[in-house]
């Protein structure tokens, strides 16, 4: 067998996880080294190796001794790479880089597309799975922003805040990675399809979980180490007093990286989380350019809203345009603050939004588009 297989075969023992897979490697110094081992030497490790907090049982050395086939270890790892996924080990050339000193690092990585680039700066953003508007909104601006200036967008491929710093990024022709809380060859939640494929062209997707492992709760918490794990910094948008973001961001100050995040109403539940972040020593961010100059030390310049620097405004679009938000605005609250009748406004309503400089979000919503 090749190393590779003989890796495989050792990430995919049942009940052998990354702290049994550590020490057995200390112990018989490779993959192949632990498949030759005999029951009785497997004994040995475990009478001299093992602290009994890690239960290394009887029942471990049969699966192990069991496991030994060959044949299927080659035909499983065989179609691995029939269906397009990477596998790879601490040590490997593909392994990353920014993982490697992380706390409980992953064994083995699977992967689709590619791993993120060493030389390139990265940054994850998390939120809220039920995001409001403006979490939306703002997440894939940040991203969009930050992806157009080479910077990489990693997240969790879950609906909310994850899913559109994804798109943002993506939209700016930008690279973004995903970290699956289940096997690689199942999209959760399948409504993001589309961008499971996409990512695939234009970043990679992510996981230390086999394929076919299915989406169950406790591997999202623990997916969240390698998404704080590869990026540089940390963004939170949106997030509740108790989330799997705010992990995320503790993950990040334990791995020492930065952590910025969206300041929000005080009243608002979505913003309880970042505003505690900001009051504990999180960076406050009100533009990419906050990021920019903390990433990208030689950064010069500003983000602008390019989209109304080529579109110049009449009087009356100015005063609609700058009544508009990140929050939804209904007509008739427009037409109290601008002062203009319905029917004028409307048109001019119209004329913002084919210029792609506001966005209609149900009938007679209206917001600005960054």
């Known amino acids: 067998m090749t190393r590779n297989e003989y890796n495989y075969w050792l990430a995919n023992i049942n009940n052998i996880g990354k702290k049994k897979i550590?020490?057995?490697?200390?112990?018989?110094?490779?993959?192949?080294?632990?498949?030759?081992?005999?029951?009785?030497?497997?004994?040995?490790?475990?009478?001299?190796?093992c602290p009994v907090?890690?239960?290394?049982?009887?029942?471990?050395?049969?699966?192990?001794?069991?496991?030994?086939?060959?044949?299927?270890?080659?035909?499983?790892?065989?179609?691995?790479?029939?269906?397009?996924?990477?596998?790879?080990?601490?040590?490997?050339?593909?392994?990353?880089?920014?993982?490697?000193?992380?706390?409980?690092?992953?064994?083995?990585?699977?992967?689709?597309?590619r791993m993120p680039d060493k030389t390139q700066k990265t940054i994850a953003i998390v939120g809220a799975r039920d995001c409001s508007v403006y979490g939306r909104e703002t997440a894939m601006y940040f991203a969009r922003e930050l992806a157009a200036k080479g910077i990489a967008v990693i997240s969790g491929l879950a609906r909310g805040i994850d899913s559109y710093a994804h798109k943002g990024a993506l939209a700016a022709d930008g690279i973004s990675y995903a970290v699956l809380g289940c096997g690689i060859d199942i999209c959760y939640p399948r409504e993001n399809l589309g961008l499971y494929m996409d990512m695939q062209a234009r970043g990679g997707i992510i996981s230390e979980y086999a394929p076919g492992t299915a989406p169950i709760a406790g591997n999202f918490p623990m997916r969240n180490r390698i998404i704080s794990g590869l990026a540089d910094a940390?963004?939170?948008?949106?997030?509740?007093?108790?989330?799997?973001?705010?992990?995320?961001a503790d993950l990040g100050l334990e791995q020492g990286k930065d952590i910025f995040a969206i300041p929000g109403r005080p009243t608002?539940?979505?913003?309880?989380?970042?505003?505690?972040?900001?009051?504990?020593?999180?960076?406050?961010?009100?533009?990419?350019?906050?990021?920019?100059?903390?990433?990208?030390?030689d950064y010069k310049g500003g983000v602008q809203n390019d989209k109304k620097a080529n579109n110049v405004l009449e009087l009356n679009e100015e005063i609609v345009y700058s009544s508009l938000c990140l929050e939804p605005k209904h007509i008739?609250?427009?037409?109290?603050?601008?002062?203009?009748?319905?029917?004028?406004?409307?048109?001019?309503?119209?004329?913002?939004?084919?210029?792609g400089l506001i966005r209609q979000t149900s009938k007679n919503y209206y917001l600005k588009q960054l």
């Open 234 to 248: 940390i963004l939170v948008v949106e997030a509740r007093q108790r989330s799997g973001s705010l992990i995320t």
């Open 53 to 113: 907090s890690l239960r290394f049982t009887h029942k471990d050395i049969k699966e192990i001794v069991d496991s030994k086939n060959p044949e299927r270890i080659h035909e499983g790892y065989t179609k691995l790479i029939q269906k397009g996924i990477y596998f790879v080990t601490k040590g490997d050339e593909h392994y990353p880089e920014r993982l490697h000193n992380i706390y409980d690092a992953p064994f083995a990585l699977y992967y689709k597309g």
């Open 22 to 49: 550590e020490l057995l490697l200390r112990f018989f110094g490779d993959a192949e080294g632990v498949y030759n081992a005999s029951a009785d030497e497997l004994m040995d490790f475990r009478s001299e190796l």
């Open 332 to 355: 008739e609250e427009i037409a109290q603050v601008t002062g203009l009748p319905v029917q004028e406004l409307a048109q001019i309503l119209c004329k913002l939004a084919l210029r």
């Open 268 to 297: 608002d539940p979505l913003s309880a989380g970042c505003n505690n972040l900001i009051k504990m020593g999180a960076k406050l961010v009100e533009a990419p350019e906050d990021i920019l100059e903390e990433l990208m030390p």
